[in-house]
């Protein structure tokens, strides 16, 4: 007999009390400043990076602002620590952020020489003539990790005041406006009992609050609930499992494919690109609305890397690196109905700026936070945090060629709910229409509303590395006896948590007969867990992977 498993039915909600902290008193040891960015990923210091420099073009122009304090909180250990992506990337936010900058001062390592995409098979693969979507003339191949570093330093040299190994925990709100947030507290043994070194929770205030958190962001998911805004449609998830290697005949082209290892019910492809020096990224991206219940995104990659297709080019190789993040996948139908309020403003993955069918996001979230900083100045100028003058940023957004790029793909990802061909002719006729097809698209369901298929039959193969081995590779820096992050639901059974083993790229979740075992220190925070299974939270300052190259 086949069993259906609803993820939601065993998820604890989420904890909006706990993310949103009311009318808290401000304190002798609250920290003061007049903007926050959380999250120093390419939203967030592309956003404290442009008010800088409005600011001083204000002060060398005889502006009345005086000092205005910028601080940047950033959960890892180092700059680029959990950031991880493709990465090819459009350059265009770069130069819109630096003019003055030729694009070989940027932190890339190559232009594009070209692309392939193939379909494939177990055995065979044969080359599919590119979607439009998916040209990348003109474009960048790079480290996310890298042009993070880069940001964060050109932002240290303006003035701006970034802190890395400071996860936040809550918004502080009085009367419904965001007034700061509150940092998780370090140094918690397991019983959640501050121990002699540690560090209790800090509430940093500020005029006004960026949500520059990256996927699945709680603090964002928590204020679009409590006021309402959240988009018209769910937002759908990916998960994306990717490895570094050394190897001794790298491709010129980048690489993308489709089909096999997937099954036909479920979305996502691969990915090749060459990065320079010898090495290659190489990934699995996979749909968290995948059918079948054991369906393992780590295992596929590696089962994949045995294709002859990337074993002509990773033989003789080495691994260096591995990792795992998911990505928002909704588009368009997803994007919040708000993108600020009274002193807040969301940017980047947070609130889903990635074109699926282009597999972009980089130059979105840059230019998102270019945008709310453009917003923020003006505020500040105004002497009015309210989403009154912040709304200037929703504008702004909605006028410009993020949206319009989004629009135009707008139920694209949807359109493969339906399986791999049937979705892949809805594509076809979505793009001759330029998003018209098939009309602006209905409600669809979150990714854990939408059922798994337990059949228990899976033939499953262990080739390449383990998970445990994997998560070394990631660089993982998290304390043994650190407090638990992941909120397990009630009541799980075996099926539910054989879909959790399976889900999780980073070995988390295992089963010891009928007991679900959780190893929470295994964490590479890629969300998935979030998405479809435990609740995750923030743990405390540097915790998580340490990536240096993806």
């Not at 055995?123 to 964060?152: A, D, Y």
């Not at 932002?155 to 400071?166: I, L, R, W, Y």
């Not at 002719?425 to 097809?437: C, E, I, Q, R, S």
Request: glycine letters at 10%.
């Amino acid at each position: 007999m086949i069993k259906h498993i609803k993820p939601s039915d065993h998820q604890t909600p989420l904890p909006v009390d706990h993310l949103i902290l009311k009318n808290q008193p401000e304190t002798e040891e609250s920290v003061p400043m007049d903007v926050i960015f959380v999250g120093a990923g390419p939203a967030g210091l592309s956003g404290a990076i442009e008010l800088a420099k409005l600011i001083e073009k204000d002060k060398q122009e005889g502006g009345d602002l005086g000092e205005i304090e910028i601080a940047v909180l950033e959960k890892a250990a180092s700059l680029g620590g959990h950031n991880l992506s493709g990465a090819v990337v459009n350059p265009v936010a770069f130069h819109e952020l630096f003019p003055e900058l030729s694009i070989e001062d940027f932190p890339f390592k190559s232009a594009v020489k070209g692309e392939a995409v193939y379909f494939m098979t177990e055995n065979s693969h044969f080359q599919m003539p590119t979607p439009p979507t998916m040209k990348n003339h003109g474009n960048q191949i790079g480290s996310i990790c890298e042009m993070v570093r880069w940001l964060g330093e050109k932002a240290e040299g303006m003035g701006v005041n970034v802190f890395t190994s400071f996860p936040v925990d809550s918004l502080l709100t009085e009367d419904n406006k965001v007034v700061g947030v509150r940092t998780a507290p370090a140094g918690l043994n397991k019983e959640g009992e501050l121990g002699p070194d540690g560090m209790p929770a800090t509430d940093v205030r500020a005029k006004i609050t960026v949500l520059s958190e990256g996927t699945r962001g709680p603090l964002t998911l928590a204020y679009q609930q409590e006021n309402n805004i959240k988009a018209k449609q769910e937002q759908i998830y990916a998960l994306g499992v990717k490895e570094i290697w050394k190897v001794p005949n790298p491709p010129e082209k980048i690489v993308h494919t489709m089909g096999w290892p997937l099954p036909n019910d479920a979305f996502g492809g691969s990915f090749l690109y060459p990065m320079g020096d010898g090495h290659v990224a190489i990934g699995l991206v996979v749909g968290l609305d995948y059918k079948e219940h054991d369906l393992d995104v780590h295992h596929l990659l590696q089962d994949m890397k045995e294709h002859p297709l990337f074993k002509q080019y990773l033989e003789g190789g080495e691994l260096v690196e591995w990792g795992a993040k998911t990505i928002p996948e909704g588009g368009y139908h997803s994007i919040p109905k708000q993108l600020s309020g009274d002193g807040i403003v969301m940017t980047g993955d947070a609130v889903g700026f990635v074109n699926v069918p282009a597999l972009k996001g980089i130059h979105y979230s840059m230019m998102s936070g270019i945008y709310a900083a453009r917003a923020i100045f003006k505020a500040l100028k105004a002497g009015d945090y309210t989403h009154n003058t912040l709304k200037d940023y929703d504008e702004t957004v909605h006028s410009s060629f993020v949206m319009d790029e989004l629009k135009k793909v707008r139920n694209m990802r949807q359109a493969f709910k339906d399986g791999f061909w049937e979705g892949s002719m809805k594509a076809g006729l979505m793009t001759v229409t330029g998003g018209a097809f098939p009309g602006d698209g209905e409600a669809i369901e979150s990714d854990s509303d939408d059922e798994k298929v337990f059949r228990n039959d899976r033939d499953k193969k262990k080739n390449g590395i383990s998970k445990v081995d994997a998560v070394y590779l990631s660089g993982n820096k998290t304390r043994d006896d650190i407090p638990p992050h992941l909120t397990v639901g009630k009541d799980i059974s075996m099926e539910v948590a054989d879909m959790y083993v399976h889900m999780c790229p980073a070995g988390v979740y295992e089963r010891e007969g009928d007991k679900l075992i959780v190893n929470a220190p295994n964490c590479v925070d890629c969300k998935a867990t979030d998405v479809l299974g435990p609740r995750w939270q923030p743990r405390e300052g540097g915790s998580g992977p340490d990536y240096k190259n993806m």
